[in-house]
């Protein structure tokens, strides 16, 4: 479905605490990727401010949260991605993904969320996969809807506002197709 082959690198909690101290030096160090400014800039500010105190009360969501998006094989940084958490009660995951407006309109999207819905077959825990999505936002759903998402609904998010409420399988029937 994409051409493009991407890697995510962990953002961990040093490195998320630099990025809202506008400490790129260190947070590269640590991730051990060039970020660049989309990674200071104040949607992902209050991103890492937000997953850091998540880590607070449910550190095994680290192994969930704040990916950065590495395209291969020259290694330039794309995006951030990951899901809000670990599988809920009913094993459903909810994907985000952001990338950068340099790389937007090349396909990165649907690399970053046909490998979001990789590893989240591959857990068994994981049932359902969950995306959010502002009305208006035409590039997002241009890209769930090639992947089988369904709206379920929707809700009303204090950040970001209207939302649609897609989901999907987490392993899709044989029959479907990506």
């Known amino acids: ?10 953002l961990s909690r040093k490195a998320m605490s630099a990025l809202l101290a506008d400490d790129l030096a260190t947070a590269r160090a640590e991730s051990g990727v060039e970020l660049g400014r989309l990674f200071v800039d104040d949607r992902a500010k209050w991103l890492w401010n937000y997953r850091l105190k998540q880590l607070e009360t449910e550190p095994e969501a ?24 670990p599988p809920d009660d009913r094993g459903m995951v909810e994907v985000g993904y952001t990338v950068d407006p340099g790389h ?11 490998a ?10 994981v049932q359902v996969v969950r995306a959010s999505i502002s009305p208006d936002n035409e590039a997002s759903l241009a890209t769930i ?25 987490a392993s899709p029937s044989p029959t479907a197709s990506p």
């Open 1 to 10: 479905m994409s051409s493009h082959q991407i890697r995510f690198a962990e």
């Open 62 to 85: 680290a192994a969930w949260i704040a990916r950065v998006v590495v395209a291969g094989p020259d290694g330039v940084v794309i995006g951030y991605a990951g899901y809000h958490g």
């Open 104 to 114: 937007r309109r090349q396909g990165y999207a649907t690399a970053i969320l046909a």
């Open 116 to 125: 979001l819905l990789e590893r989240a077959a591959a857990e068994p825990a």
């Open 145 to 169: 809807a090639k992947f089988g998402f369904t709206k379920i609904g929707d809700q009303w998010d204090e950040e970001d506002g209207l939302e649609l409420v897609f989901e999907r399988p």
